[in-house]
């Protein structure tokens, strides 16, 4: 049963552009979301985060949308560069549980080409 | 200061045998988490440790187990290994702050481990 789904295995952008990179949910009872950025061979780092209290939330070039009714967020990167060309995954959480478990979409990889 | 480390990097094994691999969190985190990396799967949750206490698990054979010490560092152990187990495995910690909104969790680089 996979909660958290990123549909788009590979998403292949010019230099400039945006690139929307999208995840859909599940479980209601996530209030939490991040995207993670992986390079081959590196653990992944964080990017950005949203609180289901907020349906939106900037940092630079990275900006993540919530759409709670819809179960739905997109990260858009704009302008992309080639530098973000990498593994994206959203995770999601339950707070107020007492954990910090994390759950994966199975990530996509976005290509920003020249 | 200094990240997530985790031993080995790599590793190949054979089926049947068992593997341990370590993680040390950043100074001062008190939970680490443990996930599973293979194509096509994402990132699956493996088990969560804080304080020395497994808290939380995933839907893994009971050939995946894992503890955590006093100084907060961690190992994962698996038994009998499959084929099936190759993948990359991560490691996660967190400060893990009692009645925070939540707790980012900082990833290691990985071990890659292969089962022939």
């Known amino acids: 049963d996979q909660q958290v789904k990123q549909n788009s295995p590979s998403l292949s952008v010019q230099e400039g552009r945006i690139s929307i990179l999208n995840c859909d949910y599940t479980n209601s009872m996530f209030d939490y979301f991040l995207w993670y950025k992986k390079y081959p061979a590196e653990g992944p780092t964080f990017l950005i985060s949203i609180s289901s209290i907020k349906d939106k939330n900037e940092d630079g070039r990275f900006t993540v949308f919530l759409n709670k009714s819809a179960k739905h967020l997109s990260l858009h990167i704009v302008p992309s560069q080639p530098g973000d060309s990498a593994v994206y995954f959203c995770a999601a959480s339950a707070t107020g549980y007492n954990t910090d478990k994390l759950i994966f979409g199975t990530g996509t990889r976005l290509q920003v080409f020249p | 200061k200094a990240g997530v480390t985790q031993t080995p990097r790599y590793l190949i094994k054979t089926r049947g045998q068992q593997v341990t691999l370590s993680c040390s969190p950043i100074?001062?985190?008190?939970?680490v988490s443990w996930y599973q990396q293979t194509p096509g799967q994402g990132l699956q949750f493996l088990f969560e440790?804080?304080?020395?206490?497994?808290?939380n698990k995933g839907n893994f054979p009971g050939r995946f187990s894992g503890r955590q010490f006093s100084n907060s560092r961690s190992e994962m152990n698996v038994s009998t290994l499959e084929l099936g187990d190759s993948a990359l495995y991560l490691c996660?910690?967190?400060?893990?702050?009692?009645?925070?909104?939540?707790?980012?969790?900082?990833f290691g680089p990985g071990t890659r481990l292969t089962v022939l």
């Open positions: 440790y804080f304080s020395e206490t497994q808290r």
């Open positions: 996660a910690s967190s400060l893990s702050i009692l009645d925070s909104s939540y707790n980012e969790q900082f």
């Open positions: 100074s001062g985190h008190r939970s």
